[in-house]
Nanobody, 122 residues
C-alpha cells in the first residue's frame, strides 16, 4: 500500500504560481511512477503531468506544457508540481496518483490521494 497526501493548493490570481506537493508513505515510493490529475466542477478528470520512477522521464498535457513542471525527490518521498503563469481555467481539484508506469490514463494508477483545491481568480 502507498498512502498519498497532497498539499500546497490555494487561491491565487491569474499569472501567479503555486507548488503542489504529493507526499507518500508506505511501500518504496521510488519504485512508482506518479501522475497529477485535475477535475473541475462539472468536468471529467483530466491528466496534467506524470513522472516515471527512474530516471524521471516526464510527460505533460498540452494545456500545461511550458507552465507546469513535475519533479520528484525520492529521498523525501515527495513529488512536486510547480505551476506558473496560472490561468482561471486551471481551477480544479488536483490529485496525485502512484502506479507502475507514468501514463496519461487515470485507471492505470493504483493509489490516489484526496486532492487539493486550486482556485485561480481572474
Amino acid at each position: 500500500q502507498v498512502q498519498l497526501v497532497e498539499s500546497g493548493g490555494g487561491l491565487v490570481q491569474a499569472g501567479g504560481s503555486l507548488r503542489l506537493s504529493c507526499a507518500a508513505s508506505g511501500r518504496t515510493f521510488s519504485n512508482y511512477a506518479v501522475g497529477w490529475f485535475r477535475q473541475a466542477p462539472g468536468k471529467e478528470r483530466e491528466f496534467v503531468a506524470a513522472i516515471s520512477w527512474s530516471p524521471g522521464i516526464t510527460a505533460y498535457a498540452d494545456s500545461v506544457k511550458g507552465r507546469f513542471t513535475i519533479s520528484r525527490d525520492n529521498a523525501k518521498n515527495t513529488v512536486y508540481l510547480q505551476m506558473n503563469s496560472l490561468k482561471p481555467e486551471d481551477t480544479a481539484v488536483y490529485s496525485c496518483a502512484a502506479g507502475q508506469t507514468a501514463r496519461r490514463i487515470a485507471t492505470m494508477y493504483d493509489y490516489w490521494g484526496q486532492g487539493t483545491q486550486v482556485t485561480v481568480s481572474s
